[in-house]
């Protein structure tokens, strides 16, 4: 088999397509969240917190000298950001998955119509035949 053929048996298989199609959804769905913690929660969670951004708080491990050393600097305050933001994030995708298994159980319990078994096949209808008659053959 040659190598082009193989990939692309590989890369049209279902799951890569899926796969694919998974990630790129999750990126977009991404940026909406992203957007959603930093332009709508992060907002009022300030003003509640007495307007204090998280990002600003740092410590100055060693000051600058002249331009050739740049100060070095511990941005504690962007990590805790970045929690506070993983935080509400894995809440926003929590309440979506509940919602979504609300939604699918809700499925599952609707009613639907008792299944009907599908008539014999014509096989089966010969095999039952057969079998009745070497019933009736061998006296039983």
Known sequence: MSFIKEFREFAVR????DMAVGIIIGAA?????????????MPPLGVLLGGVDFTDLTVVLRAAVG????EVVLRYGQFIQ??????????????????INRLK???EAAPTAPEVPPPPSKEELLLAE????LKKQSGA
Do not use: H
């Open 14 to 17: 279902g799951n890569v397509v």
């Open 67 to 70: 331009e050739e050393s740049p």
């Open 105 to 107: 159980k809700k499925e």
């Open 29 to 41: 769905f991404g940026k909406i969240v992203s957007s959603f913690v930093a332009d709508v929660i």
């Open 82 to 99: 970045t929690v506070v933001d993983f935080t509400i994030v894995a809440f926003a995708v929590f309440i979506a998955i509940k919602f």
């Open 130 to 133: 057969i079998r009745d008659l």
